[in-house]
């Protein structure tokens, strides 16, 4: 009797519990009205020119598609600020969160929180975020750093101390990208040194602290001759502290960056040039991707999400989560003046 009774409780729990985990509300296919899902797509900062631009891609795909899509960001470059972000769209009840995180490890806790609610969770430059269902990359990471590496250590004449220089050194694209310029360094120009000193400095996203930061760089090692930027501020903020200590042709930078923000330094040849991919198409390409999540469509290799660079995503390597697109823009006297941002 006792070991019935034993028997009928332990398959009361295990109903119990399977009628928890089928209640759970697991990110997926929607089953709401497309007319009320609510995507909202979070950058690091919605003041910066980089997420300014951005949101012009979420609103031509709010107005594509006739969804309720929209960009929300903090005041700045913020991590705790970006969570609370996050934590209020949760609180909003949006059906999606796309994300281009400051800090992928801080984001961790509430982007798990938004996935166990049921809320579609997507990243881009967050290659290390576990807590997403994808995450975007608009080139591969490493190729990408390699190149900058290339347009660096020509503007250097293939030779001299150069360093290498982040937006935050929590920044998983950032990293990536000066970890594979310096590699591609190594081998291929072995008369460029990276400084040993300081082989990684931060501008904290931020034009004005990448413009001290290279200026004492430059004063306390003589011999400095190249920074290579990541964060789409650190060109423009080098090239100026370049110009004021009447170091042109004598000290250069190459990165990400803007047109608009880097034109007059690409004109006058203090800037070679530039490079980037356009933050309105992954704002697009992001929101797209979570629709097709929401709708239950598959997320294969090949897939289109309807813009050049993001029509043939690949899955890299050994991954089922990171979605390579296809290419970069280089920027330089040529067609500086041709994108109109």
């Known amino acids: 009797m006792k070991k019935a009774f034993r028997i009928f409780v332990i398959a009361m729990m295990m109903t119990a519990a399977v009628a928890s985990i089928s209640a759970q509300k697991l990110p997926g296919k929607s089953s709401k009205p497309s007319k009320d899902w ?3 797509l979070v950058p690091k900062d919605s003041t910066n020119a980089w997420f300014v631009r951005m949101e012009v891609g979420v609103k031509q795909f709010a107005k594509d598609t006739g969804l309720n899509a929209f960009q929300k960001g903090p005041a700045k470059t913020d991590a705790a600020m970006q969570a609370q972000v996050i934590q209020d769209l949760i609180a909003q009840g949006v059906d999606a969160i796309c994300v281009v995180p400051v800090d992928p490890a801080a984001l961790e806790p509430v982007l798990g929180e938004a996935l166990k609610k049921g809320i579609v969770v997507v990243t881009h ?4 975020q576990e807590n997403t269902l994808y995450d975007i990359e608009a080139f591969n990471n490493t190729a990408y750093g390699e190149f900058i590496m290339d347009n660096l250590a020509k503007a250097m004449n293939y030779e001299g101390v150069y360093t290498t220089m982040v937006g935050h050194v929590t920044n998983a694209s950032h990293n990536e990208w000066a970890d594979g ?9 072995p008369k460029m040194t990276l400084l040993a000193a300081e082989p990684r400095v931060e501008s904290e996203d931020n034009l004005e602290k990448a413009y001290e930061r290279a200026k004492e760089l430059i004063k306390k090692y003589p011999n400095l001759k190249g920074i290579m930027g990541t964060s789409s501020k650190d060109a423009p903020g080098v090239a100026r502290a370049i110009e004021e200590m009447g170091l042109k042709g004598k000290v250069f930078v190459s990165g990400t960056g803007l047109p608009n923000e880097n034109k007059t330094f690409i004109k006058n040849g203090t800037i070679q040039s530039t490079t980037l991919w356009d933050p309105k198409d992954a704002g697009y390409a992001l929101c797209s991707l979570a629709v097709k999540i929401l709708k239950g469509e598959p997320i294969n290799n090949g897939l289109n999400l309807g813009l050049k660079g993001y029509e043939n995503l690949q899955f890299a390597k050994g991954s089922k989560k990171i979605l390579i697109g296809s290419g970069w823009i280089v920027i330089d006297k040529k067609n500086v003046d041709s994108f109109g941002f």
Request: proline share 0%.
């Open 38 to 40: 609510k995507i909202a």
């Open 125 to 128: 430059e967050a290659s290390f």
């Open 181 to 189: 310029g310096v590699a591609h360094q190594k081998a291929k120009y």
